[in-house]
């Protein structure tokens, strides 16, 4: 079975720290993807990645970064958090191949405060 | 561009009854579909998923999905809901690295 592991379940930080989100994959997927997922809206792309130290910006990258150096892993960097960056994060891998579905972790959710 | 419309917030059904839960899309070219479910404190699980050919999908727990071209829609469908169903579910369309969410559907199951 495909497993992805995220470092934290639950994480609280103080605004303005940097924050960093790791995201783990054991199938050797090429592409990586983090979303956040806020209640109303559903999951949200904010940055993927399809090779090691690829990365593309998604729908909402603005107070993100990422780094992806080696292909398993795919981190998730809030260069200063904000209270508007409290939120529940996920992170997907899935092989190349346009049918194949995203395997998903268990989640973060981040409160900044 | 592609968006997905879950027009149901919160439903919520009878252990034992039917469920049905909506999924409408935009895409431009065939689409690939698919319906997630979301227990409470996890990350998604893959119900099923449509890429072609016959309609009406099977999916894990006893759900199943009908694609409709004409009604651009996907709705999820299981025949008797159990109390263990009781979650959130996201209907995705796209592929690649373009996935697009619908905002959810939770799920309440009544003894």
């Known amino acids: 079975d495909v497993k992805v592991t995220q470092s934290s379940r639950y994480l609280v930080k103080r605004t303005g720290e940097k924050v960093f989100l790791e995201c783990v994959q054991d199938m050797d997927h090429e592409n990586m993807f983090w979303y956040r997922q806020d209640p109303g809206l559903g999951l949200r792309l904010i940055y993927f990645s399809y090779d090691v130290k690829m990365k593309e910006k998604g729908d909402i990258p603005e107070g993100y970064s990422v780094s992806r150096e080696k292909k398993e892993r795919f981190s998730l960097i809030l260069e200063s958090a904000s209270t508007n960056q409290t939120s529940m994060y996920l992170c997907a891998s899935r092989p190349t191949g346009g049918k194949n579905e995203q395997y998903f972790g268990p989640g973060t959710r981040l409160t900044v405060t | 561009a592609q968006s997905v419309t879950q027009p149901d917030i919160h439903i919520t059904v009878s252990e034992g009854a039917s469920l049905e839960l909506r999924c409408n899309y935009s895409?431009?070219?065939?689409?690939?579909l698919f319906w997630y479910v979301q227990s409470p404190g996890q990350g998604l699980q893959l119900l099923l998923k449509?890429?072609?050919?016959?309609?009406l999908v099977q999916g894990i727990k006893g759900f199943e999905a009908e694609f409709k071209r004409s009604q651009s829609s996907f709705n999820l469908r299981k025949p008797s809901v159990h109390w263990s169903d009781a979650a959130e579910y996201f209907c995705a369309v796209g592929a690649n690295y373009d996935m697009r969410f619908g905002a959810g559907t939770r799920l309440t199951v009544k003894p």
């Open positions: 895409y431009g070219a065939t689409p690939y």
């Open positions: 449509y890429f072609s050919g016959d309609t």
